[in-house]
């Protein structure tokens, strides 16, 4: 299982490939995973927004796993698997957890409960049960997908609990990560932001779930470990060359623009999602091919 001081690096959020019917597309999943996995990336996400978790059923979800867990074992590497097992109901929550830990998942991603807008109160308690499933946790906070947003307070007492291992932080600024810091919280904080990924490092972030690191890969793990390694001036250069990338796939819902570009450099047969999402627009696809 993925222990906190695993929670650090880069960890790519995968896509859920679908063939032009809709179906889950196994042979494109495997051969882009093949290739993912060529990069030193410190851990994977299966079944979270870039996944399209909404419209993922479990059973594909068993799946996914398996596939990736057995592509791992054919390249003879030793990579964690973490799970997005959140909902806004605790209960189902608690349950996709136990699943997940059943079929062998190093970790959940649980986000804040969405469309509910529970009390903070709430929002503890739904992590507290989660946790208590015995399968480490890394809390996602998503403000502008769940329509609530924890308090700093809130943030400190979810870190404080047995069994969380970290957060991942979508906030949509420094704020909260800032505040956890000068609290005095230890326990690691994934940016979830990927054009601020650079400027959450600075503020403390241990890495981050980043969807763009599909992508030009090995230069998000060059900003990491430069930054790491206290050479800021070559973790700036290495991210300025990533800010043009990261504009586009994020014009347009992600992961739309990015099953583009994969399906476009031939890693994905197809760039088919599940409604109510759509393909991207004419105008971005002439403006992803030539960056």
Same mark, same amino acid.
Not at 74 to 97: A, C, F, L, Q, Y
């Given at each position: 299982?993925?222990?906190?001081?695993?929670?650090?690096?880069?960890?790519?959020?995968?896509?859920?490939?679908?063939?032009? /019917?809709?179906?889950?597309?196994?042979?494109?999943?495997?051969?882009?995973?093949?290739?993912?996995?060529?990069?030193?990336?410190?851990?994977?996400? #299966?079944?979270?927004?870039?996944?399209?978790?909404?419209?993922?059923?479990?059973?594909e979800?068993?799946?996914?796993?398996?596939?990736?867990?057995?592509? #791992?074992?054919?390249?003879?590497?030793?990579? $964690?698997?973490?799970?997005?097992?959140?909902t /806004?109901?605790?209960?189902?929550?608690? %349950?996709?957890?136990?699943?997940?830990? %059943?079929?062998?998942?190093?970790?959940?991603?649980?986000?804040?409960?969405?469309?509910?807008?529970?009390?903070?109160?709430?929002?503890?308690?739904?992590?507290?049960?989660?946790?208590?499933?015995?399968?480490?946790?890394?809390?996602?906070?998503?403000?502008?997908? =769940?329509?609530?947003?924890?308090?700093?307070?809130t943030? %400190? %007492?979810?870190?404080?609990?047995? &069994?969380? #291992?970290?957060?991942?932080?979508?906030?949509?600024?420094?704020?909260? #990560?800032?505040?956890?810091k000068?609290?005095?919280? =230890?326990k690691?904080?994934?940016?979830?932001?990927?054009?601020?990924?650079?400027?959450?490092?600075?503020?403390?972030?241990? &890495?981050?779930?980043?969807?763009?690191?599909?992508?030009?890969?090995?230069?998000?793990?060059?900003?990491?470990?430069?930054?790491?390694? &206290?050479?800021?001036?070559?973790?700036?250069?290495?991210?300025?060359?990533?800010?043009?990338?990261?504009?586009?796939?994020f014009?347009?819902? /992600? $992961?739309?623009?990015?099953?583009?570009?994969?399906?476009?450099?031939?890693?994905?047969?197809?760039?088919?999602?599940?409604?109510?999402?759509?393909?991207?627009?004419?105008?971005?696809?002439?403006?992803?091919?030539?960056?």
């Amino acid at each position: 299982m993925l222990r906190e001081e695993d929670v650090r690096g880069i960890f790519v959020p995968v896509v859920t490939p679908f063939s032009m /019917n809709g179906d889950l597309d196994e042979e494109s999943y495997d051969r882009y995973l093949e290739n993912l996995l060529t990069h030193d990336i410190q851990g994977l996400v #299966i079944n979270g927004t870039t996944g399209e978790a909404p419209t993922v059923l479990w059973e594909e979800v068993h799946n996914l796993v398996c596939r990736t867990k057995s592509v #791992i074992a054919r390249k003879g590497i030793s990579i $964690p698997i973490v799970v997005g097992t959140g909902t /806004n109901d605790t209960r189902s929550t608690v %349950e996709r957890t136990v699943l997940a830990k %059943e079929i062998g998942a190093d970790a959940a991603l649980i986000v804040v409960p969405y469309y509910s807008r529970p009390s903070q109160a709430g929002i503890l308690e739904h992590y507290r049960r989660a946790a208590q499933t015995g399968l480490p946790i890394i809390a996602y906070e998503v403000p502008y997908r =769940t329509s609530v947003r924890i308090s700093a307070d809130t943030a %400190e %007492e979810i870190l404080a609990l047995d &069994g969380v #291992i970290g957060m991942k932080d979508s906030s949509g600024g420094t704020e909260l #990560i800032s505040a956890l810091k000068q609290r005095g919280v =230890t326990k690691p904080i994934l940016c979830g932001e990927d054009a601020y990924f650079l400027g959450w490092l600075r503020q403390g972030a241990a &890495g981050g779930i980043l969807a763009a690191a599909n992508l030009r890969t090995e230069m998000f793990i060059e900003t990491y470990r430069q930054f790491r390694d &206290g050479n800021t001036a070559l973790a700036t250069s290495a991210f300025d060359s990533l800010t043009q990338l990261i504009d586009h796939l994020f014009r347009e819902s /992600n $992961p739309a623009p990015l099953k583009w570009l994969l399906s476009h450099q031939g890693l994905l047969d197809s760039d088919t999602l599940r409604l109510p999402l759509l393909p991207i627009s004419e105008g971005l696809r002439n403006q992803l091919s030539v960056i």
